[in-house]
């Protein structure tokens, strides 16, 4: 059975930094897609980065060059590693995974994926950034 289970969330200023952890077992996936997303009240929910198996990494638009998603595969955790934290990135972050079964391309935004009845998803962890 495959858990996440995200921390390091928190309350910030605006221009702050934080590093969200997010510890998982039981995927043991030939090869997979890892993933962080945040929602925010009254929106949808938005993925922010993503990490191939191989270590390729994508980011939505909005926050390239702040945000670096990495993941140390000794210890199964991934992380979000965010900084120059603005008010509009306050929501609730979810890590999740999902077995790449085709030649699905591992980006946040790719529906194919994130749809997939096989993914699993986090509890999720408060970011609140205050300006």
């Known amino acids: 059975q495959v858990h996440l289970v995200e921390s390091g969330g928190g309350s910030v200023q605006s221009g702050g930094s934080l590093r969200l952890s997010c510890a998982t077992s039981g995927a043991t996936y030939s090869n997979y897609c890892k993933a962080w997303f945040r929602q925010a009240p009254g929106s949808e929910r938005e993925g922010v980065a993503a990490i191939s198996r191989d270590g390729e990494t994508t980011y939505t638009d909005s926050v390239k060059g702040r945000f670096a998603i990495s993941q140390d595969n000794a210890e199964n955790t991934l992380y979000l590693q965010m900084n120059s934290l603005k008010p509009d990135d306050t929501a609730t972050y979810y890590c999740?995974?999902?077995?790449?079964?085709?030649?699905?391309?591992?980006?946040?935004?790719?529906?194919?994926?994130?749809?997939?009845?096989?993914?699993?998803w986090g509890q999720g962890t408060q970011v609140n950034v205050s300006s």
């Open positions: 999740a995974v999902v077995p790449v079964l085709g030649e699905e391309y591992c980006h946040p935004s790719s529906t194919t994926l994130w749809r997939s009845p096989f993914g699993h």
